[in-house]
């Protein structure tokens, strides 16, 4: 049994932006359940979203993220979310973040979807998860933060006042761990890898919902999931992101008989919100027709572009050839645990940061690069907040409730990960209706499983397709409920936003005794403990 103040579960920019501002005050663990440069963070393409430019302001930014958002999101956590960030990542400019800039000196601002301005920083061209990740670990000293790589957290412990207390980990030999600590964070990431097709980490599948779920935390809009309209595509399968930044350069949308996809479609063509760009790509596939980006027009486009251009190189696809093929895939969760302003979640000691919260800044449909955003302010916010709050793990929790691991048999889990996946795509993809998702959600609950399993005798792997089953029932319902399409929900039998009955309204999802609940909320009101 080891013990923390506070215990960070995830590696991505949230987690490693929180255990900077944390270390220097409190004994800090991060647990990630494979290696700390393995999650979304990492891999990420696009850039940072902050009103830096002259032409620019946080007005513009914050009417660009409600618009993307389908105006879903709470106004006021939207406007902090800019305000902070933008002096957010002034910082990060001042001290020496390799954000790239232009021959002159100045910072290189670039154009993506749904921007009013060029107001995204990158680093590396097409790199910049990379390199602020790397930045962020430089910050840290090793002998404050403890890195606990390649554990799966599987439970929350609570303790008999109900607070969450510590965490159950199993290693890759399936041994179980305990961790305590004062704090439990959440930063666990998204969903993306619920389907097949994904710009995600394929490991990216949930588990912090999950767990929080099982835990009793509240959840919301697990019905908007962004599918980013350009993956890129070969022998019928996607095989890496081809990001935004690429058309905010000047590619093109092309059908394979030339037509440009987007004209008539959105004033916005090429650079509409990826919701609208995602359905017409998956249209035009849908007729049978190739769809693929024209980048004749981006000069010196593999010293802009060095991370897709070796992606396209690996796959056999030229790009002095000028053309790309893109199909849309599962790329960000808008919905999760909910939160308040600083990640508190309705269950005392338990947080989440990031991809895994639902903290209503980005409503049914997140605007391009306000998603390492989103993990710097929130991470930093509620660094700010634990320091001010303090009570570090100087006395021992409540323990006495939980009970010691016994002998007994294993959840029967009589299904993979892969038939959860083909299934996700199938039924609760990017164009849904009522007789998929009910065909999904009865596939679901006719398998033999319920919300209170006894997983200590799992393997690693069957939990994980455990999770999935409850993440995809969470989605599936939720899609089912919601009548009307908005931002990343879609419904073909539905395909109107309804905003007599819908704007503004949220299910709130909640594990009640081993039941499923949902309330719908007009606001996302949910009682703060932490």
């Known amino acids: 049994m080891e013990k923390a103040d506070v215990l960070i579960v995830g590696s991505g920019i949230a987690a490693l932006q929180l255990a900077r501002q944390l270390q220097d005050h409190f004994y800090v663990m991060i647990i990630t359940k494979d290696k700390i440069v393995s999650g979304n963070s990492y891999l990420a393409q696009g850039g940072v979203a902050a009103a830096l430019g002259h032409n620019d302001s946080v007005l513009a930014h914050y009417n660009d993220t409600l618009e993307a958002g389908r105006y879903h999101q709470d106004e006021d956590s939207v406007n902090q979310l800019i305000v902070d960030g933008k002096r957010i990542v002034e910082s990060l400019v001042n001290e020496g973040a390799p954000f790239d800039r232009k021959e002159d000196g100045s910072l290189s601002l670039g154009m993506e979807g749904a921007h009013s301005a060029s107001r995204i920083l990158h680093s590396g061209g097409d790199q910049t998860g990379k390199y602020l990740i790397k930045h962020l670990l430089k910050s840290l000293s090793r002998n404050k933060v403890e890195f606990i790589e390649g554990e799966m ?82 022998n019928g399968k996607t095989c890496g992101l081809i990001s935004e930044a690429v058309r905010g350069e000047g590619a093109l949308l092309l059908n394979d008989k030339g037509e440009r996809i987007m004209e008539g479609v959105d004033p916005l063509l090429e650079l509409a919100p990826r919701h609208i760009v995602a359905e017409s790509i998956f249209k035009e596939r849908q007729k049978g027709r190739e769809v693929y980006l024209d980048i004749s027009r981006i000069e010196d486009f593999q010293q ?23 199909s849309p895939g599962c790329h960000f969760m808008m919905g999760g645990v909910v939160t308040d302003r600083v990640g508190r979640t309705n269950i005392p000691g ?139 929900h879609i419904r073909s039998d539905y395909p109107l936003e309804d905003n007599e009955t819908w704007f503004k309204r949220k299910m709130i999802l909640q594990n009640k005794d081993g039941r499923l609940r949902v309330e719908y909320h007009e606001q996302n009101e949910t009682k703060i403990y932490a």
């Open 153 to 234: 957290v599987y439970e929350l412990v609570k303790d008999e006042r109900g607070h969450c207390c510590g965490v159950k980990t199993k290693d890759k030999s399936d041994a179980i761990r305990y961790y305590f600590a004062s704090h439990v964070v959440l930063a666990t990431g998204g969903i993306g890898g619920l389907y097949p097709s994904t710009s995600n980490h394929p490991a990216v599948t949930g588990d912090g919902m999950a767990l929080a779920f099982l835990a009793g935390a509240k959840l919301s809009d697990m019905e908007f999931i962004q599918f980013h309209p350009t993956l890129l595509w070969l």
């Open 304 to 326: 802009k572009f060095p991370s897709i251009s070796s992606l396209c190189s690996k796959h056999t696809i030229s790009v002095e050839e000028g053309k790309i093929p893109v």
């Open 350 to 488: 338990l947080y989440a940061i990031g991809e895994v919260a639902c903290s209503g800044i980005h409503g049914a449909n997140r605007l391009a690069s306000n998603s390492l955003l989103e993990g710097l302010v929130y991470g930093d916010r509620l660094g700010k907040y634990l320091i001010q709050k303090g009570g570090g793990n100087h006395s021992s929790p409540l323990l006495s409730s939980i009970a010691p691991i016994k002998e007994g048999e294993s959840a029967h889990i009589p299904f993979q990960s892969s038939d959860v996946k083909e299934k996700m795509m199938e039924h609760v993809g990017i164009i849904r209706k009522d007789e998929g998702l009910m065909t999904h959600l009865n596939w679901l609950r006719s398998q033999p499983l319920t919300f209170h399993e006894h997983i200590d005798f799992n393997s690693r792997e069957e939990i994980h397709t455990y999770f999935m089953w409850i993440v995809s029932l969470l989605v599936t319902q939720s899609a089912l409920l919601r009548t009307e399409s908005r931002g990343g």
